[in-house]
Every structure is written in structure tokens, then in C-alpha cells.
């Protein structure tokens, strides 16, 4: 019997995704590296490390069987490693005044990039084990709120703001994917909403963020929204070309991470960044139909919890750089540098890649 296929489309975006990202880092990043690290393929060169090893991994993901993230051992282990490494961060420096990274070997990783793909794995365990019995909400939410909880907490106490509500997000979706009644919703909703607006209005810096305007303090707090803004508008309809963005000369903060897509806005214009925006909603209609072929309950909210994921990630990035949101800062996926967000990533579109073979 032949053996099924996964969706080629699916990899064929991710790889032209990431190749896209290799080249838009060295572009936005080659002065900012010259003057940090004195070198300008500082960024290029371990970039392009991370994203060897990140194709590796999807591969190799692909080859596995699915039966082994079944089983609840498994997921125990997974979620057990991933509070220790959050638990870990503790015990290495602050980094921008925040506990997120821990220290090996000239690398930085960060646990909380991978706690993505954890409570992706908890919440679909969980919902698909009480699928025959889905009535009983009280105890499916209970069974995904507790690990969650103290994951979130964790990454709080971090001074990771965003990464908690990109989390939250990915499982409400995934809860409301599977059809929680609306006032079972307003139970999670209503508490989260409040303790966002408790977290917002007991840090001044975060209070600021929301209410400011970048044009009343163009120097301070809204300097890295206003050069943002600078770079997409000057970029026209079709850019300044590959390496003629002016705003990456310093006056951009962090082009080639927070601010990546306000580069690609600048050197490419709105042709560019539509094509790109294209390419995450293509590559969101590919996962989704997934999640919908698939008959496996679990394996189907894996792939819509993996989908939602990259797609309101992307979309949140794109919505910071063009001053929709406050300013935080959210890697675009498989186009900012960095290795977690990179390996992380792939380790979800290597799990989405074997479900799209099951799913046939």
C-alpha cells in the first residue's frame, strides 16, 4: 500500500517563508550587526544555523509516528521539562531587565517560545479525551486550566506580558473550536479580561504603551511606533529594493526582530508585504483544512491549535508595526531572528506536516 503524502503546500510555504526571513535579516540587520558585533553576518550566519536546524527537525518529525504524543506520560514529561526550564530562567541574568533566557554555549534560548507547542498538546489531549462527555465542561476546563495556569504564572513573573496572552489566545481558540457553550466562555473570559486590565494598570510601562500616542513623545515611548510607521510609509508601492531601507540605519529599533516586517514594508512597499501576508493566510488555509480532514479529534485540534498560532502571531506582529497595537515585542514566524521562535515553529509545522499525512 502506498504511504500517503503530507502537504506539500504546507512545506513548500514554510521552506519559502523562512528563506524569505534569511534574506530580509541580513538585509535589516547587516548595519545594526556591523556596529554591535563588528561584523555585518553576525545575525545572517547563525540564522541561517537555526533555520538548518529547524528544516532538520521537520523533517524528522515527519518520519515519527503520531501515537507518541498520545500518550499522557509523554505529555507529562513535555509539560514537567517545560515548568523546569521556566523555572530556570531565574537562576541566569536579566536580559532587557526581564528573566526570559537561559544561557548555553554563545546561544540564548527561551523557554516560553516552546510553551506554545506544550499547552497546544495539553489543551488537545484533554478536549478530545471528553469529547464523548463534552457536556461536562466544568472538568475539561478544570484538567487544561491548572497546567496552564502555572505555566502562564510563570511566564508573568518572567515580565512576558505578551507571550502569556499569545498563549491564552491559542487555548481559548482551541476550547472554543470545540464548542464550549457561551456562558461557559464568559467564565474564562471574564476573569482573564480583568486580570489583563489589573496587569496593564499596575505597570505604569504597560499603561503607557496602551494609552500613549507615539507623536507625543516621538523621542521616548513612541519612538520605536513612529520610525516603525516611518518605514512602512516611505516604502510606497513598491519599496526602495533589497538593502535601501534607510530607517535600519539606527534609527529603527531591532529591524531585524521586533520591527522585521516594517523593514520588508520600507525596501519592498505594500506589493511585498501584501505578498507576504499572503503567504501566512495561504499557508493558515492549508493548516485549517487539515484540522477539518482529519477524523482523529486530537490530531485535529493540534493542527488548529498549530495554525491559529502562527496565524495570530504573524497578524499581531504586522499589527504592532503598523501602530494597530501598542508596541510589544512578538517575532514574526520563520522571518525574525531568533533561534527559540525559529526551532519552536518548526517543531509545530513538523507536527502539522505528519497530521496532514494522516489526514490524507
Known amino acids: 500500500m502506498k504511504e500517503a503524502r503530507f502537504d506539500r503546500y504546507i512545506l513548500t ?6 528563506c524569505i526571513g534569511i534574506v530580509a535579516i541580513y538585509s535589516a540587520s547587516f548595519i545594526f550587526a556591523m556596529t554591535r558585533k563588528g561584523t555585518p553576518n553576525y545575525f545572517l550566519w547563525r540564522q541561517m544555523l537555526f533555520a538548518t536546524a529547524g528544516i532538520a527537525i521537520i523533517f524528522i518529525i515527519t518520519k515519527i509516528k503520531l501515537d507518541f504524543i498520545s500518550n499522557k506520560k509523554f505529555l507529562t514529561l513535555i509539560f514537567l521539562i517545560q515548568i523546569f526550564l521556566l523555572i530556570l530562567v531565574f537562576f541566569f541574568p536579566k536580559i532587557n531587565g526581564a528573566h526570559r533566557w537561559i544561557q548555553v554555549l554563545g546561544f540564548s534560548i527561551q523557554p516560553s517560545e516552546f510553551g506554545k507547542i506544550t499547552a497546544i498538546l495539553i489543551t488537545a ?3 478530545s479525551k471528553n469529547q464523548d462527555k463534552i457536556c461536562d465542561w466544568n472538568k475539561t476546563l478544570f484538567q487544561i486550566g491548572i497546567p496552564l495556569s502555572i505555566m502562564i504564572v510563570l511566564i508573568l513573573i518572567e515580565k512576558d506580558f505578551g507571550m502569556s496572552l499569545l498563549i491564552f489566545g491559542i487555548v481559548a481558540s482551541m476550547i472554543y473550536a470545540a464548542g464550549i457553550p457561551f456562558k461557559k466562555a464568559l467564565l474564562i473570559a471574564v476573569p482573564a479580561v480583568i486580570l489583563a486590565i489589573a496587569l496593564v ?5 504597560r499603561l503607557q ?14 519612538f520605536q511606533v513612529r520610525q516603525s510607521l516611518i518605514a512602512v510609509g516611505s516604502g510606497g508601492i513598491a ?10 540605519r539606527l534609527f529603527l529599533p531591532l529591524p531585524h526582530t521586533d520591527f522585521i516586517f516594517a523593514n520588508i514594508g520600507e525596501e519592498f512597499g505594500l506589493v511585498g508585504s501584501y505578498l507576504l501576508i499572503f503567504l501566512f493566510l495561504y499557508l493558515s488555509y492549508r493548516g485549517f483544512r487539515v484540522a477539518l480532514k482529519i477524523d482523529n479529534s486530537y490530531y485535529s485540534f493540534i493542527a488548529f491549535g498549530i495554525t491559529f498560532w502562527i496565524l495570530l502571531q504573524a497578524l499581531l506582529h504586522i499589527a504592532v508595526n503598523i501602530n494597530l497595537l501598542p508596541p510589544k515585542g512578538m517575532p514574526l514566524p520563520f522571518i525574525s531572528y531568533g533561534g527559540s521562535s525559529m526551532i519552536s515553529t518548526c517543531i509545530g509545522l513538523g507536527l502539522l506536516l505528519n497530521i496532514s499525512r494522516e489526514a490524507g
Not at 510555504?13 to 523562512?18: A, G, P, V
Not at 529594493?241 to 530607517?247: A, E, K, P, V
Open 209 to 222: 504603551r496602551l494609552t500613549g500616542n507615539p507623536e507625543s513623545d516621538p523621542q521616548h515611548s513612541g
Open 201 to 205: 494598570v499596575f505597570e505604569p510601562y
Open 239 to 248: 519599496g526602495k529594493n533589497l538593502g535601501g531601507g534607510i530607517q535600519k
Open 125 to 127: 489531549f484533554f478536549l
Open 13 to 18: 510555504l514554510t521552506l519559502l517563508l523562512i
